[in-house]
């Protein structure tokens, strides 16, 4: 058994809809109401959430988007390579590892609203991280737009839209 496979069995991992393997490691007890919200949440939340995340050799994390900010965590394997398209439809990628000598940061905040997609840097190995969010994580929040959607929307950014997202 491989030390992904290892990580998926000790840490119970499940396939996660947009690419990879996830389990809920976190969540507060607490709730923020809905009133104390910005109007973009349709109900209330949890004040966090924390995620395990693993990407495996060829698996990616298709675009998308939540309307929270994200911080990613470094855990284990291969830098990340994180992919985004902010707000200003500005194309730009992110290393999270802990070597740098390839410029990787150990942790990095994807910014409430920005598309993002992930893939392993190295894809002979898988990568291990953490995903913390704030206000807490709801699936109403989600969103994988379609291929043909992202491509209409950006279409400068053609190409690591083909290879990141799904149809």
């Given at each position: 058994?491989?030390?992904?496979?290892?990580?998926?069995?000790?840490?119970?991992?499940?396939?996660?809809?947009?690419?990879?393997?996830?389990?809920?490691?976190?969540?507060?007890?607490?709730?923020?109401?809905?009133?104390?919200?910005?109007?973009?949440?349709?109900?209330?939340?949890?004040?966090?959430?924390?995620?395990?995340f693993l990407?495996?050799?060829?698996?990616?994390?298709?675009?998308?988007?939540?309307?929270?900010?994200?911080?990613?965590?470094?855990?284990?394997g291969s830098?990340?390579?994180?992919?985004?398209?902010?707000?200003?439809?500005?194309?730009?990628?992110?290393?999270?590892?802990?070597?740098?000598?390839?410029?990787?940061?150990?942790?990095?905040?994807?910014?409430?609203?920005?598309?993002?997609?992930?893939?392993?840097?190295?894809?002979?190995?898988?990568?291990?991280?953490?995903?913390?969010?704030?206000p807490g994580?709801?699936?109403?929040?989600?969103?994988?737009?379609?291929?043909?959607?992202?491509?209409?929307?950006?279409?400068?950014?053609?190409?690591?839209?083909?290879?990141?997202?799904?149809?």
């Amino acid at each position: 058994m491989d030390r992904a496979e290892l990580w998926i069995k000790k840490l119970k991992l499940a396939p996660h809809p947009e690419g990879g393997w996830y389990k809920e490691s976190y969540r507060s007890e607490e709730n923020i109401s809905q009133q104390a919200l910005p109007d973009r949440f349709s109900g209330s939340r949890s004040f966090s959430t924390a995620i395990y995340f693993l990407l495996n050799g060829n698996d990616f994390s298709a675009f998308h988007k939540i309307k929270q900010d994200e911080t990613w965590h470094f855990y284990d394997g291969s830098t990340l390579l994180l992919h985004i398209i902010n707000d200003r439809k500005k194309y730009f990628s992110i290393k999270i590892g802990n070597d740098p000598h390839v410029d990787a940061l150990p942790q990095y905040t994807v910014p409430a609203g920005c598309l993002f997609a992930a893939e392993v840097f190295d894809k002979k190995y898988f990568s291990l991280v953490g995903c913390s969010v704030a206000p807490g994580f709801d699936f109403a929040d989600f969103e994988m737009p379609k291929r043909e959607d992202l491509l209409k929307k950006y279409p400068q950014h053609r190409s690591i839209i083909l290879e990141l997202s799904r149809m």
